[in-house]
């Protein structure tokens, strides 16, 4: 069993930056491939970017050259840098962790408003 506490979100204006972070329990978090996802008001959930236990990473055509992911096996933490934000990135933020099994956070809030 693995738990995903993700934090970060808030209010930020467009163009800003924002810096969402993912801590994750357990013995085994270098195994594990990691992502993001966001769901937006109205709309279906949709990847943001994942990164593979090898440190591979791939990303939604709409936040590429904008957001940036990482992770930190010794601290068991993924983060997404997250900059010109856009106000269409405003959205709930999940963070998953996969391998063998699929686990979610409880997200956390990105509002991109003036």
């Known amino acids: 069993q693995v738990q995903l506490v993700e934090s970060g979100g808030g209010l930020v204006q467009p163009g800003g930056s924002l810096r969402l972070s993912c801590a994750a329990s357990g013995s085994f978090f270098r195994f594990y491939a990691m992502g993001w996802y966001r769901r937006a008001p109205g709309k279906q959930r949709e990847l943001v970017a994942t990164i593979t236990s090898g440190g591979t990473t791939n990303y939604a055509d709409a936040v590429k050259g904008r957001f940036t992911i990482s992770r930190d096996n010794a601290k068991n933490t993924v983060s997404l840098q997250m900059n010109s934000l856009k106000p269409e990135d405003t959205a709930v933020y999940y963070c998953?962790?996969?391998?063998?099994?699929?686990?979610w956070g409880q997200g956390t809030q990105v509002t991109v408003s003036s």
């Open positions: 998953t962790a996969t391998w063998r099994n699929e686990y």
